[in-house]
């Protein structure tokens, strides 16, 4: 899968110069732009939805969202 994303210019693939069994992988500037253009149609596409919703709604999700979130921060918290 990684030889196909650095075919198709998305990642770049580096040897280790103190170990060539090492490999070093970094997003290119094409991947960059592809992650970033999918990131905002993304948010157009929940910003369209969300406007959908009736205010009551919205403030809903949003303490549920910020409920999810804390229990991860928790979570994580507990990983390190």
Known sequence: M???MV???LVERSEDT???RVKHIALSAHGRTLIQTSLAARRAW???AAEQLS???RAA???SLQ???EAVE???GKEK
């Open 67 to 69: 409920t999810l979130l």
């Open 7 to 9: 075919q198709l210019g």
């Open 2 to 4: 990684m030889e196909r």
């Open 55 to 57: 205010p009551e709604n």
């Open 74 to 76: 928790r979570v994580e």
């Open 61 to 63: 999700i949003l303490t």
């Open 18 to 20: 103190t170990d060539r």
């Open 46 to 48: 929940l910003d369209e």
